[in-house]
């Protein structure tokens, strides 16, 4: 795997992310570590997870298998989300993130975090109150660098001027949502994060295994896959969501590729784009997620993908189009 910078740091990571949401809830520790070797072995160094996933079990896993091997990974993991049924065991505060961090260190069993995370913004506390925690947890030594993620455009904005204005460490990434089908990111995030030079870390490249070719236009999901157990992965199927697939599975089978290869390799080269998440169950899907690298997709594939997949565009970016004066969409 290629290597990339994480945002405007010196720091590089491999151009495919290992998700460990799975870790501790849909797998064991076993098959957790012959992911995670098997990831490692293929050239990857970066690690994603969070508190809650799991409730903390994911990052317990994680500090069993990582051992001496800690040291070649750049290791991101993120808090926000509610860890208990507390007022302040949520959100953004000084208070939660203090208290956040030091959990995480304890499971992970590390004394640092590459990449600490928001998981989300917080309504209720001010972004200066954020930004300032998160500047102390690096000058303390616990965090080299810091992101956001499921940030609206507004809301990152907000923290990076929050940061600029007090001198304290800026944002080097945004995690959000990105994918054939998800494409709304692109409207003002994706430009928000090539300007500022913030890296993105798209989750769910695939649409929650929407775009791996498992599901067809005229059959129920089969068993034991995410739409077949899960609402939310069944509402991804739906508007023209599935024409999406098809033009996936055509330019897979002219490539000779798997659908969730032409799918990733299409989100790699997308501007902006770091690290795609992958998060998988099984080493099979680890294998064919990784040879989504190594090639590229030719400029006529690329084309019909962008055109199926195309995300409605309303004002004011139609009228800046009209007026010549955005050309990215």
């Known amino acids: 795997m290629r290597q990339r910078r994480l945002g405007n740091t010196g720091t590089f990571v491999s151009e495919l992310a290992l998700g460990a949401m799975t870790f501790g809830r849909e797998i064991d520790a076993a098959a957790s570590a012959e992911i995670l070797g098997g990831y490692l072995d293929a050239g990857g160094n970066f690690v994603d997870t969070a508190d809650v996933y799991g409730a903390g079990a994911s990052e317990e896993i994680l500090g069993e298998i990582l051992g001496a091997r800690r040291a070649d990974i750049v290791l991101a993991t993120k808090c926000g989300l509610p860890f208990g049924d507390g007022a302040n065991l949520t959100g953004a505060s000084r208070r939660h993130i203090c208290a956040s961090i030091e959990g995480s260190l304890r499971r ?101 295994g929407v775009l791996s070719g498992k599901y067809a236009r005229d059959a129920p999901p089969p068993p034991g896959t995410r739409a077949g157990e899960r609402v939310s992965t069944r509402d991804r199927l739906r508007g023209n969501r599935l024409d999406v697939v098809d033009a996936v599975r055509e330019v897979a089978h002219e490539t000779g590729h798997s659908a969730a290869q032409v799918a990733l390799n299409w989100l790699l080269d997308r501007p902006g784009v770091t ?50 004066r955005r050309a990215d969409l």
């Open 108 to 208: 992970l069993r590390t004394d640092w975090i590459d990449l600490y995370q928001i998981h989300m913004w917080d309504p209720s506390t001010p972004a200066e109150e954020t930004m300032s925690a998160l500047d102390d947890l690096v000058r303390r030594g616990l965090v080299r660098y810091v992101g956001v993620s499921n940030y609206a455009a507004w809301q990152l904005a907000t923290a990076i001027g929050a940061s600029a204005l007090h001198g304290w460490t800026p944002l080097v990434s945004l995690q959000p949502e990105y994918s054939l089908i998800a494409r709304d990111v692109e409207l003002e995030l994706i430009p928000l994060c090539v300007h500022a030079g913030l890296g993105v870390i798209p989750w769910s490249p695939l649409g929650g």
């Open 275 to 324: 690290a795609p998440l992958v998060g998988v169950r099984t080493p099979e899907q680890l294998r064919d997620n990784l040879a989504a690298t190594g090639w590229a997709l030719e400029p006529d594939h690329v084309a019909r993908l962008d055109a199926v997949s195309r995300p409605y565009v309303g004002y004011p970016h139609n009228f800046q189009i009209s007026a010549g």
